[in-house]
T-cell receptor
Framework: AQSVSQHNHHVILSEAASLELGCNYS??????LFWYVQYPGQHLQLLLK??????LVKGIKGFEAEFIKSKFSFNLRKPSVQWSDTAEYFC????????FGAGTRLTVKP | GAGVSQSPRYKVAKRGQDVALRCDPI?????LFWYQQALGQGPEFLTY????????KSGLPSDRFFAERPEGSVSTLKIQRTQQEDSAVYLC??????????????FGEGSRLTVL
């Protein structure tokens, strides 16, 4: 079955710390990958997406993600987090339908 | 409109009551999706429309759930005889592109349903 796994349920960091959120998927064929963010009280917003080409994808607000096909992974990274990055982050993958991971809550302490 | 609009934002229903949740997608978006997001979980796919055609309803959890998009724009998700396990946020998303496997989804803010 198609699935997306996010390893961390809740991550707590101090401002300026580096961030890496794990995401693995279990699709065998061509897959499109996404990271969405949900700030408190707001709707899901697209951070970045990978369809093909350069496996290192740059998104908004300094986020990036790397597609590693051999590891079925699409981890999200940011070199230096800010308090305003506090939010829930969802990895998603499309094969036939868009499937989401369970989400990782990021809390950034000022 | 500028974004995907959902109403009501919050709905409290007594067990056994019917509810209807509305989604106004971005104008011109062909594809429309409904997702259910339980507390602490990621969104789970419910159903997909391409214009007025419901092409996939495999995610609807029971026959108490029904969705329609009669004119290919506004969509309604109806839940009959609500149960406590139906309590969740119901998300609507739309996409300009045709096909479930392409493009970015634009999400509404969701309708939070609480069944007492």
């Amino acid at each position: 079955a198609q699935s997306v796994s996010q390893h961390n349920h809740h991550v707590i960091l101090s401002e300026a710390a580096s961030l890496e959120l794990g995401c693995n998927y279990s699709y065998g064929g061509t897959v499109n990958l996404f990271w969405y963010v949900q700030y408190p009280g707001q709707h899901l917003q697209l951070l970045l997406k990978y369809f093909s080409g350069d496996p290192l994808v740059k998104g908004i607000k300094g986020f990036e993600a790397e597609f590693i096909k051999s590891k079925f992974s699409f981890n999200l990274r940011k070199p230096s987090v800010q308090w305003s990055d506090t939010a829930e982050y969802f990895c998603a993958a499309i094969e036939n339908d868009m499937r989401f991971g369970a989400g990782t809550r990021l809390t950034v302490k000022p | 409109g500028a974004g995907v609009s959902q109403s009501p934002r919050y709905k409290v229903a007594k067990r056994g009551q019917d509810v209807a949740l509305r989604c106004d997608p971005i104008s011109g978006h062909v594809s429309l999706f409904w997702y259910q997001q339980a507390l602490g979980q990621g969104p789970e796919f419910l159903t997909y429309f391409q214009n007025e055609a419901q092409l996939d309803k495999s995610g609807l959890p029971s026959d108490r759930f029904f969705a329609e998009r009669p004119e290919g724009s506004v969509s309604t998700l109806k839940i009959q005889r609500t149960q406590q396990e139906d309590s969740a946020v119901y998300l609507c998303a739309s996409s300009l592109r045709v096909g479930r496997g392409t493009g970015e989804l634009f999400f509404g803010e969701g309708s939070r349903l609480t069944v007492l």
